[in-house]
T-cell receptor, first 114, second 112 residues
């Protein structure tokens, strides 16, 4: 089955700096890669996703890049703010599995210091 | 109003006890999932259901069972709880032909 590795496990940045979280996946048939943000005391929530036919996608201060050859994808947050502090999860979905069945990475605790 | 609710939010129990965690949703989604979250291990899928009569094992189903009583309800049971089942448990939903999952607020379970 699919295996998703996420790094780093913790990331600390100063407000205004950029943050990058990286994930690698094992199954070349994976075609959908979402990122979820989990705030303290809440469940994860989708913030951005990318499909395998696209190399990059942006939404305001966040962007995701995908390198299918290397089987890795990254989350980029620019101009970080204290409210970006949360746990971030990457995930992957195999093209052969049903809609909604995701394999998640281990999570990254991002702390943005004012 | 929360679309996906979980009860209880916190539970402390003893080894060997039977525990049931409940999930309800008002989103009208047909697909429901149970995950556990452990530090450093991320979210791991326990069971999932694509319809009322459909139950599927995830990657860590041993020691757990589920019941899909109705489209809106999906319960997770620990028949005989053990300490290494101490974790944060999440229920999630999704709709057919869409990969986005919607998570509940979680249940923190402690097994002593």
């Amino acid at each position: 089955g699919e295996n998703v590795e996420q790094h780093p496990s913790t990331l600390s940045v100063q407000e205004g700096d950029s943050a990058v979280i990286k994930c690698t996946y094992s199954d070349s048939a994976s075609n959908y890669f979402p990122w979820y943000k989990q705030e303290l005391g809440k469940g994860p929530q989708l913030i951005i996703d990318i499909r395998s036919n696209v190399g990059e996608k942006k939404d305001q201060r966040i962007a995701v890049t995908l390198n299918k050859t290397a089987k890795h994808f990254s989350l980029h947050i620019t101009e970080t703010q204290p409210e970006d502090s949360a746990v971030y999860f990457c995930a992957a979905k195999n093209s052969g599995t049903s809609y909604g069945k995701l394999t998640f990475g281990q999570g990254t605790i991002l702390t943005v210091h004012p | 109003d929360a679309d996906v609710t979980q009860t209880p939010r916190n539970r402390i129990t003893k080894t060997g006890k039977r525990i049931m965690l409940e999930c309800s949703q008002t989103k009208g989604h047909d697909r429901m999932y149970w995950y556990r979250q452990d530090p450093g291990l991320g979210l791991r899928l326990i069971y999932y259901s694509f319809d009322v009569k459909d139950i599927n094992k995830g990657e860590i189903s041993d020691g757990y069972s589920v019941s899909r009583q109705a489209q809106a309800k999906f319960s997770l049971s620990l028949e005989s709880a053990i300490p290494n089942q101490t974790a944060l448990y999440f229920c999630a939903t999704s709709v057919r032909r869409n990969n986005e999952q919607f998570f509940g607020p979680g249940t923190r379970l402690t097994v002593l």
